[in-house]
């Protein structure tokens, strides 16, 4: 364990992200701030730093508790930070929609095909 790592290294080893350049590309992209603010890949990760990371459309809320640069099993990244109590009820929230059933919208790809805007007449036909 090291005093002084590079924040993305720090999301790596702590296994938020699958490499240390996507957590970098990440916190280029604004998905990773401290306290709000935007930051830089070199940053320090500190202890008591508290951060916002998107991943996909989820917000996970972290306070760094432990600052190290390997990157070992999961049950010690669990112990590098710790989860805000409101960051896992969202997390848990939105666990329970998707178990519920998926959102309609997210099957729609592109436009319809043919044969689709033809069974989409016929049902209107049928509706009528």
Do not use: C, F, H
């Amino acid at each position: 364990m090291s005093d002084r790592v590079r924040l993305d290294k720090w999301l790596w080893a702590a296994r938020l992200y699958k490499t240390r350049s996507l957590a970098a590309q990440a916190i280029d992209l604004g998905r990773v701030r401290i306290d709000g603010e935007r930051i830089k890949p070199a940053r320090e990760a500190r202890i008591d730093d508290a951060l916002q990371v998107q991943i996909g459309s989820v917000r996970i809320d972290v306070v760094v508790r432990i600052i190290s640069s390997v990157r070992g099993p999961a049950a010690v990244a669990r112990s590098l930070y710790e989860e805000n109590a409101a960051s896992v009820a969202r997390r848990e929230r939105r666990l329970e929609v998707r178990r519920l059933g998926a959102e309609p919208a997210l099957a729609l790809k592109g436009r319809p095909t043919k044969r689709d805007g033809r069974q989409l007449r016929q049902l209107q036909r049928e509706r009528s």
